[in-house]
């Protein structure tokens, strides 16, 4: 059992610190360009903007729709996945003392995130002088989760709000499913339920710590499942938080520009999870399955 144990946490471990036309109509396909994705932003107040967290050419693109969708006088608060919720109080500090994005990222920003990417739209808040949210679980409650369960983190009230205990097996599972494609279907069987309450967790305080600013209007810059309407943060929302709330997606495709290179992106699948997908061309980098295969034994086939 120690053994087991064990190695649950190593792989959590590892996980953890790896992790235009106007828009027309739900589950469009739209042009990756910043007037197309503006467009496509306008049409709802709160907007779950979906990312390849190392794909800078979707980060340029999504900075300059959120420029234009600025401009032309929106202001919504910016939600970051890349900032812990506990670093809020300094966020808040720190923003009027310097009013440089340097030096947000430098006290508040989370470990392992490619900053130079993220700073944009930290400038664009500070300019505009719009809310910046601290909006993820820390890693360290993820593993909390991961290891010892839901009551390291929500309280046995929490827990029975939420019905923790009692997930539908299917949202589980997909979940489960989520978490074994993003780890090159390399991951013992026996890791991925601990690996899946944490990423549960996560949606659950991205819901909360958006929840507050959904009157105003609030974007939430994450990566991709965490936009999806189907488990991600919409999931944990009320009926009229989501009512005005819009999940897009930016997938990427092959080097053939002929299918996206994210997990089965079928028509069906892709109106299940995104109300609007961007593909863009996939980053240049090596084959994210090669340090996972070097770390990570396949489970044995059954």
Not at 48 to 59: F, I, K, M, R, Y
Not at 63 to 74: C, F, P, Q, T
Not at 90 to 112: S, T
Request: hydrophobic letters at 45%.
């Amino acid at each position: 059992m120690n053994d087991l144990r064990a190695r649950i946490r190593a792989v959590v471990l590892l996980l953890l610190l790896t992790a235009a036309a106007p828009w027309t109509g739900a589950s469009e396909v739209i042009e990756a360009t910043p007037r197309a994705l503006a467009a496509a932003m306008q049409t709802h107040r709160n907007v779950l903007l979906g990312e390849v967290h190392d794909n800078a050419d979707q980060h340029a693109l999504r900075a300059a729709a959120l420029r234009r969708l600025v401009e032309s006088g929106a202001r919504p608060a910016l939600a970051f996945e890349q900032f812990d919720r506990d670093r809020q109080t300094d966020i808040d500090r720190l923003r009027h003392e310097h009013r440089d994005a340097e030096a947000l990222v430098e006290a508040a920003g989370a470990r392992g995130w490619k900053w130079a990417l993220y700073r944009p739209f930290l400038q664009l808040a500070l300019e505009y002088d719009l809310p910046i949210v601290a909006a993820n679980l820390s890693r360290a409650d993820a593993m909390k989760i991961a290891t010892q369960g839901w009551s390291a983190v929500f309280d046995a009230r929490e827990q029975a709000a939420l019905g923790l205990e009692r997930l539908p097996r299917e949202f589980v599972v997909a979940h489960e499913r989520a978490v074994a494609r993003g780890h090159c279907d390399l991951l013992p069987a026996d890791a991925l339920p601990s690996m899946a309450r944490a990423q549960i967790a996560r949606d659950i305080v991205l819901a909360n710590s958006v929840r507050p600013f959904v009157d105003r209007g609030v974007i939430l810059l994450t990566g991709n499942e965490h936009a999806r309407k189907d488990i991600g943060v919409p999931y944990w929302l009320r009926t009229d938080e989501r009512a005005d709330l819009l999940s897009i997606g930016m997938l990427e495709i092959d080097a053939d520009d002929e299918e996206s290179s994210d997990e089965e992106s079928s028509d069906e699948e892709l109106r299940r999870r995104f109300d609007v997908v961007v593909r863009t061309a996939a980053a240049d980098r090596p084959d994210p399955c090669e340090l996972l295969r070097k770390q990570i034994k396949p489970p044995a086939r059954q």
